[in-house]
C-alpha cells in the first residue's frame, strides 16, 4: 500500500553553524555545569514573571522531535490566581488519598528522603503552572487519526522546557498528582488529550532549600562501547 501523504520536499538545513572541535569541547563542558546545577525547587516566591519569557520557554519545547512530526501536546499556562487555587484544592484531594492510603508501601519507601506530603502550597505560591496534555489522537482533514510515540514525544518536549526554563534562570518543579484527570475539567480540555504533568515554574524563594541528594556517577549512567 502506497501512503496518503507524499514526501515533503527537501529545504537546506542552516540551523547549525559549524564549531570546531575545541569550542564544542568548552561548550559541551559549560551546558553540563550549569544543568547540573538544576534541582527541582519546592518553594517558590511569588515574584511574576513576565508571559513573553514563559512564552519563549514553551516555543523552545515546541521544537521537540515527535513522532511523525505529530506534536502531539498541548500546553496550558496557568497565572490566574483563582485558576492555581482550584488545581492545588484538586491535587491536594488526590495526594491525601495517595499518601493516606493509596499508595503501597514501597512507594512511600522511595519518597522518603524527599520529605514530600499532600501539602502543595507550590501550586499557588509558584507566579505559573504549565499544564502539558498529551493528545492520544488528532484530526487530519476531518478524520481522527493515531499519535505515535505520544509519550515519547511529550516527554522530549517537557525536557526541553525544563532546560530552557533553567537556561533563563527560573526554577521549576515536575509534579504529578495522580489520578490528573481533575485537570482536564479545570482547565477545560477534551478527553481525548491525557494530562502529562504540571510544572511548577518561577524564582524559588528567599532561603528555598533542596534536600541533599547526589546524582548517580556517570560510569553508573553511562557506558562507552
Ligand atoms: N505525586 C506525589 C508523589 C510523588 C511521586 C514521585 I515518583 C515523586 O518523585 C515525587 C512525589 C507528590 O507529588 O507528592
Wanted: proline letters at 9%; one cysteine or more; charged letters at 25%.
Amino acid at each position: 500500500m502506497t501512503p496518503d501523504s507524499p514526501p515533503r520536499r527537501q529545504v537546506p538545513f542552516a540551523g547549525l553553524p559549524r564549531v570546531d572541535d575545541a569550542e564544542l569541547c568548552r561548550r559541551a563542558a559549560e551546558v553540563a555545569a550549569d544543568l547540573r546545577q538544576r534541582r527541582s525547587v519546592r518553594h517558590f516566591s511569588d515574584r511574576p514573571v513576565p508571559d513573553a519569557a514563559i512564552d519563549d520557554c514553551v516555543r523552545a519545547a515546541l521544537s521537540a522531535p515527535s513522532g511523525a512530526n505529530q506534536q502531539p501536546w498541548h500546553f496550558v499556562t496557568v497565572t490566574d490566581p483563582a485558576i492555581k487555587a482550584r488545581i492545588r484544592d484538586a491535587a491536594e484531594e488526590e495526594e491525601r488519598a495517595f499518601y493516606q492510603g493509596r499508595a503501597p508501601a514501597a512507594w512511600l519507601d522511595a519518597l522518603g528522603p524527599l520529605g514530600t506530603d499532600e501539602h502543595k502550597p507550590f501550586l499557588e505560591d509558584a507566579p505559573c503552572l504549565i499544564v502539558i496534555f498529551a493528545q492520544m489522537f488528532g484530526e487530519h482533514d476531518g478524520h481522527k487519526v493515531k499519535h505515535y510515540y505520544v509519550q515519547e514525544s511529550v516527554g522530549i518536549a517537557t525536557g526541553i522546557l525544563v532546560t530552557a526554563l533553567h537556561q533563563v534562570g527560573l526554577a521549576s518543579l515536575t509534579h504529578t498528582p495522580s489520578p490528573m484527570r481533575f485537570l482536564n475539567e479545570i482547565l477545560d480540555r477534551p478527553s481525548s488529550e491525557r494530562p502529562f504533568l504540571i510544572l511548577v515554574v518561577g524564582h524559588p524563594a528567599d532561603g528555598a532549600t533542596v534536600p541533599d541528594i547526589e546524582r548517580r556517577p556517570f560510569d553508573s549512567s553511562v557506558t562507552r562501547r
